[in-house]
Nanobody
Framework: QVQLVESGGGFVQPGGSLRLSCAASESTFDFVTMGWYRQAPGKQRELVAYIDRGASAVYARLVKDRFFISRNNAKNIVYLQMNSLKPEDTAVYYC???????????WGPGTQVTVSS
């Protein structure tokens, strides 16, 4: 069973930055995409960004040009660099991995990000 473990969440003031990490128990090359979703209280889970096996990235409109996803294949880790954070970015952030497009096979337990003054 594949395990994904997120880290790097926390409390930050508006305008600040955080870097989330998602460590996978097997090679990131085994997955056609890996990425991040988030879920704020009372809202549906929404896609934040994903990166494919070829390192091409896709971002949600609300985070484009502020968030950057990358992967370290040697360490089996996917990162989400979050800059210029806003209170509306407050959510639990979940890492996922999938072996085929759209299957979203595996999920991490989530890490809380709180943006507040």
């Amino acid at each position: 069973q594949v395990q994904l473990v997120e880290s790097g969440g926390g409390f930050v003031q508006p305008g600040g930055s955080l870097r989330l990490s998602c460590a996978a128990s097997e090679s990131t090359f085994d997955f056609v995409t890996m990425g991040w979703y988030r879920q704020a209280p009372g809202k549906q889970r929404e896609l934040v960004a994903y990166i494919d096996r070829g390192a091409s990235a896709v971002y949600a409109r609300l985070v484009k040009d502020r968030f950057f996803i990358s992967r370290n294949n040697a360490k089996n880790i996917v990162y989400l660099q979050m800059n210029s954070l806003k209170p509306e970015d407050t959510a639990v952030y979940y890492c996922y991995a999938e072996r085929d497009w759209g299957t979203r096979d595996y999920w991490g337990p989530g890490t809380q990000v709180t943006v507040s003054s």
